[in-house]
């Protein structure tokens, strides 16, 4: 059975509570499970309460004018999403959509602010949450407005192995946390153009792929890439 305790201990929102604090949080979370490919919410749908991923995970994403989906990020167990709005008091501004089967837990919006003027150390784990998610929307921009897209993959994978280091991985190898297709629409491009910028890096000996493993074979090699393109 799950412990709900040591799912909201693992957040960054709520790991620098007190155990006190935890247990009254617990009982404000209402379980939601969901199917692969459901939509949990709509950009402009009112916010109501933000959730969190207890098991599989759930995309964050934007359509364009034209209808052309850009995903933004993905949420693993752990990682919160719809707090943004929470405290806005304003509509989602994003879509998200479970890309497997799922297990959510919901804390809904009144309650949680109640919860949060009573416990500051929320405030901060709040505040260096958005800010991780600031600094990954401006890289993103970055990156999507400067770089080529086997750059984009480039600095892609070296933000996987800052999460997950070399040591920690067996034969020097990480696996993608997302399907390619879901990683192409992520780096703002297609998935042939994904599949010819691996299979471009593999030519240059800094990579070899099998399905979703990626070993690395010339960590220096990438970095020196994404820092060659930085200096241009």
Avoid at 136 to 147: G, I, M, Y
Avoid at 154 to 165: E, F, G, S, T
Avoid at 173 to 194: C, D, R
Wanted: aromatic share 6%.
């Amino acid at each position: 059975m799950m412990d709900i305790q040591v799912v909201l201990k693992r957040s960054p929102l709520f790991s620098g509570l007190s155990n006190d604090a935890l247990v009254r949080l617990a009982q404000m979370v209402r379980k939601r499970a969901v199917k692969g490919g459901s939509q949990i919410f709509a950009q402009g749908d009112p916010c109501g309460g933000f959730y969190l991923v207890a098991e599989g995970s759930v995309k964050i994403y934007r359509l364009s004018p034209n209808g052309r989906e850009h995903v933004l990020a993905v949420a693993h167990p752990g990682q919160s999403f719809g707090e943004a709005a929470v405290f806005s008091g304003k509509a989602f501004p994003a879509f998200t959509e479970a890309l497997e089967d799922s297990l959510l837990l919901y804390l809904e919006r009144e309650e949680f602010l109640d919860f949060v003027e009573q416990d500051p150390q929320v405030v901060r784990g709040l505040l260096t949450e958005l800010s991780g998610w600031l600094m990954h929307l401006v890289r993103l921009l970055e990156d999507t407005a400067l770089a080529e897209v086997d750059i984009r993959l480039v600095r892609y994978l070296l933000r996987l192995l800052a999460c997950n280091p070399l040591q920690n991985c067996p034969g020097g190898k990480i696996a993608l946390p997302m399907q390619k297709q879901v990683l192409a629409s992520h780096l703002a491009t297609t998935p042939p153009t994904l599949s010819r910028a691996f299979s471009r890096l593999e030519e240059e000996d800094l990579i070899r792929v099998n399905g979703l493993e990626i070993e690395i074979l010339d960590l220096e090699g990438l970095r020196e890439k994404a820092e060659d393109e930085r200096g241009r």
